[in-house]
């Protein structure tokens, strides 16, 4: 009899902690879900956009908020919230079910902020792709975080370290999921790019496994995570990202048309602040990391540029099977035309 009633109760809390997670709780209330730390520049931005956006459409509109990849990995959840198992998630973008939405992290796509907001930004080409992409495995996308331009961790001395051709050669660097940054690490920065999960990269720059890191979206995320093991940041402006707020489908449908055009209004409003607020929080951020020790190193406009141009000619023709040729070269006219104005 015992054991029945821990049976029952065991099923009991397993149904209610589902429930809460979707759509269908009893209070109509959704989860979303993050990747980033409780009380992280981040986790209050999204706490504070989720009470504005239940104060104004008076509670019919409710999130409850789980950080820290509370309820999975980022790449489970965006599945979680794809079938609907939950409601939704702002965090960036997995490839597993689709290699297409690595051009949401492309590698020097975009070198700096006024790049960044022209095609990540509100009707900007690379965020419509991605809109698109999204939509087709029932994700809308309600709002994006501009994280920012990543750099790079590195744990061990560097002899050439104000050389952005030769500082990081020969070093052990982990690299971001999709491909092309195999080919940016080892051929034009002549590295040894390696492939690890995010959970396991503190230890390894501890231990010495790795030498160094790609993936850090700011240097508030190297900051926050990897201050106490690595000696420099290289401010390699290596990819741009933003976290994406996606609801599914059918929730989001199921919300009254003036309820969603209120979401949709406070969150391109937070974006927005959050714009601005980006230079500031890099510059803060990276005064933190050197007080604590890391030496922080920046590059020419110039020398990125020319990376960069290497990287789209040599590195990125080599991934057409990940983000076909069509989408890069809509990509490259629309440089084109950003750097005219």
């Given at each position: 009899m015992k054991v029945n009633r821990l049976i029952i109760f065991v099923l009991v809390v397993c149904a209610m902690t589902a429930s809460f997670a979707s759509f269908a709780s009893a209070a109509g209330r959704m989860a979303v879900s993050h990747h980033r730390a409780a009380n992280s520049p981040f986790d209050n931005d999204i706490k504070a956009l989720v009470a504005k956006i239940e104060k104004a459409t008076n509670g019919r509109v409710a999130f409850d908020v789980f950080p820290a990849s509370t309820l999975g990995s980022y790449e489970t959840v965006q599945e979680r919230v794809s079938i609907g198992d939950v409601a939704s998630q702002f965090a960036p973008l997995a490839m597993q079910t689709d290699r297409k939405l690595g051009v949401s992290w492309f590698p020097y796509l975009a070198v700096n902020l006024k790049e960044a907001k022209a095609?990540?930004?509100?009707?900007?080409?690379?965020?419509?792709m991605l809109i698109d992409l999204l939509r087709k495995q029932d994700l809308i996308t309600i709002a994006t975080w501009p994280?920012?331009?990543?750099?790079?961790?590195?744990?061990?001395?560097?002899?050439?370290?104000?050389?952005?051709?030769?500082a990081i050669r020969g070093l052990k660097i982990r690299v971001m999921a999709n491909k092309v940054n195999e080919y940016v690490y080892n051929d034009v920065l002549h590295s040894v790019a390696t492939g690890m999960a995010w959970g396991e990269l503190f230890t390894a720059l501890q231990t010495g496994v790795l030498d160094g890191l790609q993936g850090c979206a700011s240097a508030e995320s190297a900051y926050v995570m990897f201050r106490d093991v690595i000696k420099y940041y290289l401010c390699y402006p290596d990819h741009y990202e933003s976290f994406y707020f996606v609801i599914n489908k059918d929730i989001w449908d199921k919300i009254d048309k003036d309820d969603r055009d209120t979401v949709l209004k406070l969150c391109a409003e937070m974006e927005e602040q959050r714009w601005e607020q980006i230079a500031v929080d890099e510059s803060n951020y990276r005064k933190k990391l050197a007080e604590s020790g890391v030496q922080v190193i920046t590059y020419k406009d110039d020398d990125m540029m020319k990376i960069r141009d290497i990287v789209s000619k040599?590195?990125?023709?080599?991934?057409?099977?990940e983000v076909p040729k069509d989408m890069q070269d809509k990509i490259i006219a629309e440089l084109k035309k950003i750097s005219k104005e």
């Open positions: 095609l990540y930004g509100q009707n900007g080409l690379v965020r419509n994280a920012g331009i990543g750099g790079i961790c590195v744990s061990k001395n560097l002899p050439n370290a104000n050389d952005p051709f030769n040599e590195c990125w023709p080599k991934v057409y099977n």
